[in-house]
C-alpha cells in the first residue's frame, strides 16, 4: 500500500516513531527496537508505519482493526505489519506493554526481493510465537550477533516456506567450519557464514537450527562462556574483565548468561573450583 492509499486522517509514522509511552528504544545496523506501554482505554487513531515491523504483546490486550476485520490480540501474540498497513488500536482496561522490531526500508526491501518477507499481515497467537518471544525478549540487552540471530530466526520462523530444509535432508557440507567458525574467538556475523556456505541468511538460520538443535548464536555463547569458565579460574581477573575478554557485552550481560549455563554466578563458580 502506497501513502496515497492511506487516507484522510490517517498518520504515516517516520521510521523509529511509536505510539504509547517509549520504554526503551535502541537501533542496531537496519533493525529498530522499541518497547512502549500504553494506558488503558487508549485508542490509537488510524495510522500506519514507512517501514515493516513485528509487534509482539508482553502484557495486557488490545483490538485491532484494518479494513474490514478485527483480531484481538493479547500476551504472546505476534504481528507482522506489512509497510504503510493501515491499522487502528483499542486498549483493553489495564492497557498493554508491546515490544516492537522494525526493519529499515532498505533491508526489508532485500528481504522481499528475496522471498524472506510475509508476502502479507501475520498473526500468531502464543503457542507459535514462543520461539520468537524468547529470541525478541533477549534481543535488547544481548549482542550484535544475538540480535542478528533473533532477526533472522524470526523471518525463519514466519517468513514464505520458500527453501525450508526438510526434516530428513541432509547435514549441510558448510555446517562444520560453520560451527568451527562460531566457536572462535571472534564469532563472525550470520550473513557473513552465510556468504561463505552460498546461502541465504535466512535459510542459513533454518538449516542451522534444524541440524544443531541451536541457534548460531547460541553456539558462540556457550563457546565463549566455556573460554570464560577456564579464565576465570585460571587468573586473578575481576568478573568484568574476563567478560570483556569472552567478547560479552558488559558484567550483567555476562552474568546472566553464565547463571542460565552454570547454575551459579561467575563469582560463586570461582569460589567453588577454584
Known amino acids: 500500500m502506497n501513502e ?13 516513531r511509536f505510539y504509547g509511552t517509549a520504554l526503551a528504544h535502541r537501533a542496531a545496523g537496519e533493525v529498530t527496537l522499541a518497547e ?3 494506558a488503558g482505554h487508549t485508542r490509537l487513531p488510524a495510522h500506519a508505519h514507512q517501514s515493516p515491523y513485528f509487534c509482539l504483546v ?18 504472546g501474540t ?6 504503510h498497513e493501515v491499522h ?16 529499515a526500508p ?14 502479507a499481515r501475520l498473526t500468531l497467537g502464543p503457542g507459535r510465537s514462543a520461539v520468537m518471544t524468547a529470541a525478541l525478549r533477549a534481543a535488547p540487552a544481548g549482542s550484535a550477533l544475538e540480535l ?6 524470526l523471518l525463519a ?31 563472525p556475523s550470520i550473513a557473513e557464514l552465510a556468504e561463505e556456505a552460498g546461502v541465504h541468511p535466512v535459510y542459513f538460520t533454518r538449516a542451522f537450527r534444524a541440524a544443531v538443535h541451536a541457534t548460531p548464536s547460541a553456539v558462540a555463547c556457550r563457546a565463549r562462556l566455556e573460554r570464560a569458565s577456564v579464565a576465570l579460574l585460571a587468573s586473578d581477573a575481576s568478573v568484568t574483565a574476563v567478560a570483556c575478554e569472552a567478547g560479552f557485552a558488559d558484567h550483567s550481560h555476562f552474568c546472566r548468561h553464565f547463571r542460565r549455563a552454570f547454575g551459579v554466578t561467575p563469582s560463586h563458580y570461582r569460589r567453588l573450583f577454584a
Do not use: M, Q
Not at 542478528?148 to 530466526?153: K, N, Q, R, S, Y
Open 4 to 16: 496515497s492509499n492511506l487516507g484522510a486522517g490517517s498518520d504515516l509514522l517516520d521510521p523509529g
Open 106 to 119: 532498505g533491508l526489508a526491501d532485500r528481504l522481499a526481493d528475496e522471498g524472506a518477507l510475509p508476502p
Open 148 to 153: 542478528e540471530d533473533a532477526v533472522l530466526a
Open 58 to 75: 508482553l502484557e495486557g490486550w488490545f483490538e485491532e482493526s484494518y479494513g474490514p476485520r478485527r483480531e484481538t490480540c493479547g500476551p
Open 78 to 83: 505476534l504481528v507482522f505489519h506489512l509497510a
Open 36 to 38: 512502549g506501554r500504553y
Open 157 to 187: 520462523e514466519v517468513g514464505p516456506a520458500k527453501d525450508r530444509p526438510t526434516r530428513h535432508e541432509s547435514r549441510p557440507s558448510w555446517l562444520g567450519s560453520s560451527i568451527e567458525r562460531l566457536r572462535g574467538p571472534e564469532a
Open 88 to 103: 487502528a488500536d483499542h486498549f483493553g482496561v489495564d492497557g498493554a506493554r508491546c515490544f516492537n522490531l522494525e526493519l
